[in-house]
């Protein structure tokens, strides 16, 4: 995880200022259920439109993975009112840019135009909430659109493959278990009534979070947003089922075999969030330790690991407090030329012992308290990642108003709190490990170039 550096010093004049700049978010709800948060931002004439549905890999389950990202794709497939293809195009004819990404545990969809367009993207987004026509024909071609990016993603890159392999590993049973693309068998099974099931069932309003951001009126966008999605129908929504995670009983490890050129390794404990943690400081705690670890040029992995013992050619720490469920706090690294995967993993497991083992000096603390607050203040310079801060949290369940605590909840984090989750959560017993070693490039490529026997692979 990357941290911007900069000193305390400079740390809370731009924070001040940025924060008298923009006013607080406006809060509205509509009669059919969809949720309007609207932040203001008037130091340019543009406005940000993101649409965030509460649904996305952790919502599926065995035999339909990667249905959410596969939907993302036919959003843009059209309606009636809107044929394949209009919606992107009557976007950039008024000077805008748009997009979608599904993750774990959302859906959205955004774009970004000058402050008078704002209905464009209004009635565009309204119009295929709920009419998308799906016809099989574009969904085939979808699929196998989808199915080529998992190859080119996935399959044929060793580092994601082998992250695909240790998260499959790390969870048994929790929906993170399956990633994001969905898996290969899946995919080519995947049937239209299975989408339009999903479609109905998710993407309505009250499943739904608006999230507006930039020069605008939020009484205004209030009133647009009425005109233009208060019409639609809700859904009926069944929650999804729990699915805890089971108790880990001891440490994991897996090889992942695949052409590469260099070996990799990944390190991951398993951790609470904001929306599961017992003690509301720890996740802040466990924010401030990945920054020890990997807070810049003056963080531990970097100085020890990379440039005084030289061990890693690359190495790194991160961790993502606003998942929906437990997470995993991770480390990953390549070793450096002269060593070896064995020598990587004892230097990381090395830096995790001293935590447990060590306060951290209040100096180093300070240090890394002002990296993790620039990181996330310098976000609000952009219109763009101050909705997707307010979308997310509401999306997986959280407050938005959690965002003005932030700077205060790291600023309160203490030496013994973060030795704390050290102790508790950077244990073995939650510790899983995947090594990929590489096999030779040139002699996989040959076999992949031999006419095709009786076998079938990806």
């Known amino acids: 995880m ?17 924060a008298q700049e923009q006013a607080a978010p406006h809060e509205y709800i509509l009669k059919n259920g969809l949720k309007l948060i609207v932040k203001q931002d008037h130091r340019a004439p543009v406005v940000v439109s993101q649409i965030w549905y509460k649904i996305g890999s952790s919502y599926e389950h065995s035999g339909i993975t990667g249905i959410s990202h596969v939907l993302e794709h036919m959003m843009f497939k059209g309606t009636k009112k809107h044929p394949s293809g209009e919606f992107s195009r009557l976007i950039s004819e008024n000077g805008g840019r748009e997009n979608a990404f599904t993750g774990d545990d959302y859906t959205a969809y955004f774009q970004q135009l000058e402050k008078s367009r704002l209905a464009v993207s209004f009635r565009l987004e309204a119009d295929r909430m709920r009419n998308l026509t799906l016809p099989n024909d574009e969904f085939l071609k979808e699929v196998r659109v989808v199915m080529e990016e998992r190859r080119l993603r996935t399959d ?9 392999q240790f998260i499959a590993a790390a969870y048994i049973n929790s929906p993170y278990h399956n990633p994001v693309i969905g ?4 995919l080519e099974n995947l049937e239209i009534n299975d989408l339009k099931q999903w479609y109905q069932m998710w993407y309505a309003p009250n499943n739904a979070t608006l999230i507006v951001v930039g020069d605008v009126e939020p009484d205004k966008v209030y009133r647009l947003a009425k005109k233009y999605f208060g019409r639609l129908k809700p859904s009926k929504l069944t929650p999804p089922k729990p ?21 990799y390794l990944i390190m991951g404990y398993k951790v609470p969030v904001l929306t599961t943690s017992q003690e509301e400081w720890e996740p802040y705690a466990l924010d401030v330790l990945a920054g020890i670890l990997d807070g810049g040029a003056s963080a531990r992995i970097a100085k020890d690991l990379i440039r005084d013992t030289q061990i890693a050619a690359s190495a790194g720490a ?5 998942a929906r469920l437990e997470t995993l706090f991770m480390l990953d690294g390549t070793p450096a030329q002269s060593h070896t995967i064995a ?3 004892a230097a990381l497991r090395k830096q995790i012992q001293r935590l447990r083992e060590e306060p951290v000096t209040p100096k180093e603390l300070a240090r890394i308290k002002a990296q993790v607050v620039a990181s996330n203040t310098y976000q609000l310079d952009s219109v763009f990642y101050q909705a997707m801060q307010v979308g997310t949290l509401e999306t997986v369940g959280l407050d938005w108003r959690l965002l003005d605590e932030y700077v205060d909840r790291i600023h309160s984090v203490t030496p013994e709190q973060v030795q704390a989750v050290a102790k508790k959560y950077l244990i073995e017993d939650r510790l899983t490990i995947a090594e990929l070693v590489p096999l030779p490039i040139e002699t996989t490529q040959r ?10 692979g990806h």
């Open 2 to 18: 990357r941290r911007w550096i900069l000193s305390i010093s400079l740390l809370f004049l731009p924070f001040t200022l940025l």
């Open 156 to 164: 044929d890159k060793p580092k994601s493959l082998t992250y695909e």
């Open 183 to 186: 898996w290969m068998n899946d």
């Open 243 to 263: 699915r805890l995670e089971a108790e880990q009983k001891g440490l994991r490890r897996i090889i992942v075999k695949a052409p590469a050129q260099l070996p």
């Open 318 to 322: 991160g961790y993502d407090m606003t």
């Open 343 to 345: 020598e990587l993993e």
């Open 447 to 456: 076999q992949l170039a031999a006419p095709a026997g009786g076998g079938h």
